[in-house]
């Protein structure tokens, strides 16, 4: 008999990487762009690894592809598809919400109860107390668009805007452009000559295309970071300089001074793309507009000053060339107004010139702690070349980024630095996969179908355009998702009512100290003002007098990311809601305090798609590669018989029709069906979403289910109809990067904005009222009460979303557990060591949490990286807890041409950076040895704020590799020595 050998190490080694089966997949979480193309293996039915695929087609010739797009979360997935915190089945809370006590139920006994609840709601308070809390997290177009779909589209509920759910909006790119979202591929930043990262860490928070900033620098670019810490981005950068937290306006405007006493400011740029020609009343400081120089005359007619024949002339509307004008930018005139009178009027650009007096370098310096010189020489460096800003999306959660982002884009106007390849500044737009909402216009399947509903859209187009025949396309199309969305039919609604009237923000709201001196009045006056002038008619829902009564979660996770934390949440909305539903794949916090939980399939389970960008222009593919888990399913099969037992149900009540708040009948006859239009699988509905897309022509017609299958991915061939990608104002060209706001600057066509120029003066009463018609800069207010730190954020390295948090592998790569990064010195001044726990608090709550010493950070400054769930906190409160969720006043205005509502854009939203905490030494515990609930620490005891750093300071290398001064290095040592000889 032969001798049976054990396989050999090697044998073993091989056997491990082999499979049965390869499938495309990708991760449909919102980590921009994400997308990225994998192969997953799968062996024995279970997924056994994922590999990026390397399949990302070249953009540009010459410029390095994208190849292999992927980060460590994407390649470490299969331990998050099979985490320990997965749920299998339908649950049901038996105990108190929150006790952790469940009960398995089948999936008919848990539609049955959600049916019921829905109805109840729309029976006795109306369909807009149905409320989705919109998640990009939700996890990509397959799992948000069925939740809308049902909920909103068809029975009337709402979703709260995800752009202020994340806090992902850029205030002041949309103060200055009329929308925050163009965006362009990174192949741009191999043109770019001056990359200035700004706000942002892109080594953790854009992994998969990091790469192009540093590589462009074999092309000659340099790279300067601007931070407060010297986090991992500042190692590929040629400057790394230093910023007090939140004081960046105060840097960007300084350079434009520098810029505009220099006179090197790029003139033709100014003159064409922006307002500042446009001339301002100097007795009002308003606009010089039609009605103020002829009876009946426009409100939205600017005028500007010929400097070659003095006389002041209307600016044209319909485009951005002056034609034989040449607008001046400089000095004054009277005008006669329609009253006889005469006043004086002046360019935005002379009021600029007097703002910029208070910002010359040496005064910025005292503002930011930048060198003088160091401002001059990033100023010139702007100047004279292409020049982009890197921001990521941390400015929009400081109080005053919408400031920070209006300076900037000042800066980059005056150096003529967007709309060209290689410029512009960051943000995020979803993008051209347009089958999803063709689907949702049509009443049955098929191709048919799809050419009536194109036939109908194109046929509008000349139509709308003679209504509005100053309209640019993009100007038509906002206007009409403005009405759309004011008659109630987007089912959008901006977040920050339903935080106000019910969830207990108006308390925060009107604490006076942790607002803006400049906010002069109390914030109730503000908000009955917005109110009572209607500018936000429509979208205040749930109104005040219906609080929401059912919440869905899909994927999202309010109690970890609701600024204001748990215990605010649980205190004033939970109580309100008599349902709350999360869909998930896994048990999160939300999940843990709701009624009933969906198990969801999770990625690599069903078939799906990323939310396609303009910053990719592919649509990629995710198929399923292994069975869902448990009794879980996709969302859409999920909404789809929750659709039809709402019918069923509906049907038994005899209750089939309704009117919902906007007046619009409703009806639940052949719910199922509207809502699937037939189709039975997920498969069946991508087909159909393909074939759609390629009619539109946003793909070639060749595309398609079974090609996605073959290949993974589809290329764009055109931006499509939808008003995100309008607002990108660029065509795709084959061969070139997408750079948006280029029929702005080379086709002219106007901006939608109230002036139809890239507006830096805004004439609003509020904006008049707090000084902020121009930029200017502002301190961040004490929010949370008047402590001595700042407490910042920002992803992670392990984690985009809470999700990847929990992730066994990814844990073990680093401290694995929850930690506040403090500066050393701070440290040791409050006698902290590293890894021990304290307590992080202000008024509005506090949490334990360890410390991680670093001399990277600033002093002041201490920074939880965002992504933990609460869970994972001792207390189960983290740092949303001590964010007291503050939005900015001056964000409730409108009533003035772009400052509107529309999905995703205008609205106030929270912030959370710069929160004022103090931190102190948990007396007598050790990190693990308090249990939940015990008594962790005595009396409150103010810690001594860091003393002030003035003047120059010698910096030597501490302890665990950090830069300290000389004196707090030589404090430390006398520590160590106290030490060691007791
Ligand atoms: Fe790409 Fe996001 Fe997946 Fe990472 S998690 S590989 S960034 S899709």
Redesign the pocket.
Known sequence: MPERREPTSLQRYREKWTWDEVYWG??C?D?YP???P?RVFVKGGRVVYEEAAGTVATLVEGVPDRNP???Q??AA?KETLYGRERVLFPLRRKGERGSGEWERISWDEALTEIADALLDAIQEAGPETIVHEMTPAEGGFMAIWPVRRLLCDLLGGVSTDVNAVINDFQPGHYITWGKFNPVNTPESRWQTELRLIWHSNPAYTQ??NYHLGPESRYQGAEVIHFAPDASPSHIHADYFFPVRPGTDAALALAMCKVIVDEGIYNRTFVQRQTDLPLLVRLDTRRFLRGHDLEEGGRDDQFYWLDATTGRVVPAPRTTLDPGEVDPALEGSCDVTLRDGSRVRVTPVFELLKKRLEAYTPEAASKITDVNPEVIRMVARKVATKRTAIGMGMNLCKYYHGDLVQRSMLLLLALTGNWGRHGSGIGSWSPGNFEGPGIFAMKTKPGPEETRRVLAQREAAVPLIRAMNPEGTDEINAIEGIVRATRMGLSNYVPPAWMWYFHSGFNERWRVRDWNDPSMKRPFEEYVREALEKGWWEGVVSPPPDKPPRVLFEVGGNMLRRQRGGRTHALKHLWPKLKLIVSVDWRMSTTGMYSDIVLPAAQHYEKPNF?LASPTLLQLTFSDTAVPPAGESKSEWEIFKLLAEKVEERAKARGFLQYTDASGRERSLENLGYRYSLGLETVDEVIEEWMRDTALAGNVPKTESLKTMKKRGYAMFTNIGQSVFMLNQAADIEPGKPFTSLTWHTEKLIPYPTLTRRAQFYVDHDWFLEAGEELPVHKENPPMGGDYPFVLTSGHNRWS?HSMNITNRLLLQTHRGQPHMVMNTGDALRLGIEDGEEVRVYNDCGSFLVPVKLSGSVRPGQVIVYNGWDPYQFRGWTGPMDVEPGMVKWLHFAGGYGHLRYWPIQWQPVQVDRAVRVNVEKVRGEAMGQAKEGERVRSAPKRSQPPPPKSGPQEYVLGPFGGLMTREEFEAWQAQQQKQASS
């Open positions: 990708s991760h979480v980590c994400g997308s990225c994998y797009m992927g980060c979360k994407g997935w992994i998969p990323h985009i």
